[in-house]
């Protein structure tokens, strides 16, 4: 048995303790001690760190690493997602796998243990199985035609079942989007994830302004953007309300489904997420970078839902750190505490896709994937140094078991 010692233990569900040691036996945690440690035991001193679980970053796209610094920031969504329409008639597989690699080599030096990840391809499971990253990796469906709902879910079960999954890397279907994907759809992806595979869905929810516009009156720039595309359904029916309840209405809001970014719900929308037992996921910067605007994040945590963090893609974020996604969570929202947005980049990222009794936290018995993170200065206080922007140069993965 190993005993790792450090300056500040944060075990996440409660609060740090100073120079404390953790416990580990092969792959799993054993306790978190005090000095004097078990006399059995080998102490190896990380010295003036601080010791956490490894981070889990919830939503990313992997995938589209190869855009990094070619979509700029945008006022408007829509046209954000114009700019990426264009350049993915350009993706080189070959460009996308060489930029995942490199990208995931940047998750795991900046302490991220689990992803997230959504992807149209599957391209992202090979690098990811190579990689010493678990998660759950959700093959995106998008269709908005009624007419191909069969023929879309059908190819995307087929593309998840040929993949080559394990207990650390696990598969799932998520919808894209409310105004991409059409009712059918939303039902049988519902349906699929209730009884096959993780059990465990996604979808981007409530993210802008013209997704409201449209939801709730069947026009505006994503009709004219549907229609550009040559995949407008003229027997769509306008839900007439928010996304939120759109999507609950279909059944899609349940424990396993997380919705990303919700910058647009409502106080009503937020009481419904928290009753599903939903997992809101934010992406703070990207939700800057797409011009979907500013997360209500107080209103998040403030409803009681649980919220988890992502980085998002490198098509609107900058990196792939998520202790740079905390610390834009902590300049927006000074009055959320950072023990709170330490835990949504922890263990609620974790139990939100499945993996809450192995990772999130150091507790006895769960896996010893854990990062030291060197620093902080004296007297000052270790959460808010841990969400005020870490470097990867400041983080160690400190077991020779932390691969997950
Ligand atoms: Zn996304």
Same mark, same amino acid.
């Given at each position: ?61 992997? =995938? ?45 030096? #900046? ?12 391209? #992202? ?15 995106? +469906? ?14 995307? +079960? /087929? ?15 998520? /919808? ?63 839900? !007439? ?33 928290? $009753? ?25 945590? =403030?409803?009681?839902? $649980? +919220? ?16 740079? =996604?905390?610390? =834009? ?37 769960? $896996? ?27 983080? !160690?993965? +400190? ?6």
């Amino acid at each position: 048995m190993i005993v790792y010692r450090a300056a500040w233990v944060l075990p996440i569900t409660g609060p740090p303790i100073s120079d404390a040691g953790v416990s580990v036996d092969a792959d799993r945690i054993v306790g978190i001690h005090k000095a004097p440690f078990p006399a059995s035991a080998k102490v190896l001193d990380l010295g003036h760190a601080a010791l956490l679980p490894g981070l889990v970053n919830a939503h990313t796209h992997l =995938e589209l690493s190869w855009l990094r610094g070619r979509v700029a920031p945008r006022a408007r969504f829509i046209d954000w997602v114009r700019d990426l329409v264009r350049l993915r008639r350009d993706e080189a597989p070959s460009a996308v796998r060489e930029a995942m690699s490199g990208a995931l080599a940047e998750v795991r030096s #900046s302490g991220t243990a689990l992803v997230g990840d959504i992807s149209n391809t599957l391209a #992202s499971v090979k690098p990811l199985l190579d990689s010493r990253i678990g998660g759950v990796v959700f093959r995106e +469906v998008i269709g908005f035609q009624r007419s191909r709902a069969d023929e879309v879910f059908r190819q995307a +079960v /087929a593309d998840l079942d040929a993949a080559a999954w394990t207990t650390s890397l696990r598969g799932g279907l998520a /919808a894209h989007a409310p105004y991409s994907v059409s009712a059918p759809l939303f039902q049988s992806i519902v349906r699929s994830f209730v009884k096959d595979h993780v059990g465990i869905t996604s979808v981007h929810l409530a993210e802008s302004a013209e997704e409201v516009e449209f939801v709730r009156t069947g026009d505006g720039p994503w009709k004219v953007l549907l229609e550009e595309l040559n995949v407008w359904d003229p027997s769509w029916e306008t839900p !007439r309300c928010g996304p939120v309840e759109y999507v609950d209405r279909l059944g899609y809001l349940r424990p396993g489904t997380l919705a990303v970014h919700g910058v647009q719900t409502t106080h009503d929308d937020l009481a419904t997420l928290k $009753r599903r037992e939903v997992t809101l996921v934010t992406c703070p910067r990207s939700n800057l970078w797409t011009g979907a605007g500013t997360p209500p994040l107080h209103s998040f945590f =403030e409803a009681g839902v $649980r +919220v988890a963090i992502g980085t998002d893609s490198l098509a609107s974020a900058p990196d792939l750190n998520l202790f740079s =996604e905390l610390a =834009e969570a902590r300049r927006l929202a000074p009055g959320v505490t950072a023990r709170d947005l330490l835990r949504a980049a922890t263990l609620n990222g974790a139990q939100a896709l499945g993996f809450g009794t192995e990772h999130g936290s150091i507790e006895p018995g769960k $896996r010893a994937a854990l990062i030291a993170v060197d620093g902080p200065p004296a007297g000052e206080d270790v959460e808010e140094y841990l969400v005020s922007g870490v470097t990867s140069s400041q983080v !160690r993965w +400190v077991t020779e078991y932390s691969d997950v």
